[in-house]
């Protein structure tokens, strides 16, 4: 696989602090284990992975990286502690590659500075793989980390 | 009354309250439970003005509340709403009462094709409505006089409510019986309203919490597939929704009245880190502070209650024996923990009632987990 990386594409890394390489050691693993989500046009993979303190992901398709976003909130596992049916359409737009079941929206139990909250997910019911979305990455969870920062220091 | 005549907040209070303030949501060590009484028009009768004064000088109503909540040794955060936003936005008449929060008439959408035709406003055009215009005067005055108790917030209630403040709620329970797809139609619409308005906060401020939940969409009034079908569902879609779109982190769910049947299912809803779950009656009584650890305390900050009509009418030896129960059971909550009153502080209660909720928290809510 062949993943281009543009200039637009290089500024969201370098705002991210990740590097090209490690990108694309993301994308590779993802690509040979099957771990990633699929959109369901099949057009479009998010891969996540870890650095330190950082969890990564990459989207992107058969060609280019389209967006790159980190979040330093460590998901632990389900909140409540397993994955029950609930009462509300739960399912969200992608596909977990491997188990080839729909991610649910779920929320799922993150702890930064020492601190346990949820925050929301979307999760594999079959492999138990989670991950969140880039809009809510981007947004909310980069807001509770900087509330946190400030408030645990 | 204009800023100057108020005393400043003292710094030393405001400290200790924000310390205290802090603890549910991040876990920082402090010595006891914080309480939020829900003051709103309450203050205002100590400085003995009324309701209508309160709500028609939003910024006089903020400076009122902040000096509520250092004479109450409460909650630091200024406080300014009322159960009937968003009517007056899209063409109903409100109306301020001298001694009840603003109540709306002549609500805009009277017929099932007025759901069809109605438009949610865009978040621009509701930053330029009556509603916004009104509840940022508010927030701007706490913001530019009191920073330190300044708190983003926006108050939608949750589906239910939001289109009971568009049509009459005589005809949303007919319909929900007669034609309960042009329910679905206004909550979805509804849900789309609240996105826009939690953005319009999360772009004026950078930060949106949104109080939400199920008001009139309890035991009282709803079955648990009713209140699932037209409140739990199109709520949980919108917060996922704000959140997607940047609009929170904060999440309140405010599940006023009795929520015996279907409480359950809001340990589901979408949660940020920064989220907290208040439920007022379990059938007749007080919800159970216990009851409420038990299912929420390994998921978010819980709020326990003490009943607002026994803070507007009992005793203080009443309001401190349930507060004393209430607080034991919740303070040492793994996510953290409030003590509060079911709904607002009634605007009338007896201050005495409201000291007697707070001294509890002193005598009995120290943490022990810390
Ligand atoms: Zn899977």
Known sequence: ?153 | MPAQDYIPIDSDWLGKAGSLWTTPWVDKPSDRVIVDPIILSHAATLYRKNAGYFYSNPDEAVRMVCGACELYDVTPVGHYLYADYWGADYGAEIKIQTNAPPGITNRPIKTAEDVDNFEVLSTEDLVKGPTLTTHYKALDTVKNEYPQMFAPITQLGGTMEVATNWASIEDVFMWMITEPELVDKLCVKAGDHMVNACRATAERYGANVMITGSVIASGDLMDREQIKRFSYQPVSRAVRKVLNAGAGPGVYYHLCGNHTDDFDLWKDAPMSPFTIVQIGYDGQNIFPTSKLVENFGDRCTCFGTVDTKLIDRGTPAQVYAQAKEQVIAGKDSPRGFILGTACECPTNAPPVNVHALVRAAKDFGKYEKF
């Open chain 1, 1 to 153: 696989m062949d993943i281009k990386i543009t200039e637009q594409a290089d500024n969201l890394l370098k705002d991210n602090g990740v590097r090209k390489e490690e990108i694309l050691d993301i994308i590779k693993n993802s690509e040979s284990s099957g771990q990633k989500l699929k959109s369901k046009d099949g057009n479009t993979c998010i891969a996540k992975g870890a650095s330190e303190n950082l969890t990564i992901y990459a989207v992107y398709s058969a060609s280019e990286l389209l967006d790159v976003y980190t979040h330093k909130m460590n998901i632990l596992g389900i909140t409540g502690g397993e994955i029950k049916p609930v009462e509300y359409d739960d399912a969200s737009d992608w596909i977990c590659a491997k188990c080839g079941e729909v991610a649910l929206e779920r929320n799922v139990d993150m702890s930064y500075l020492g601190v346990t909250r949820p925050g929301p997910g979307l999760v594999c019911a079959k492999c138990g793989e989670m991950y969140v979305s880039a809009g809510m990455a981007k947004s909310t969870l980069k807001t509770a980390e900087a509330i946190l920062e400030e408030k645990r220091a």
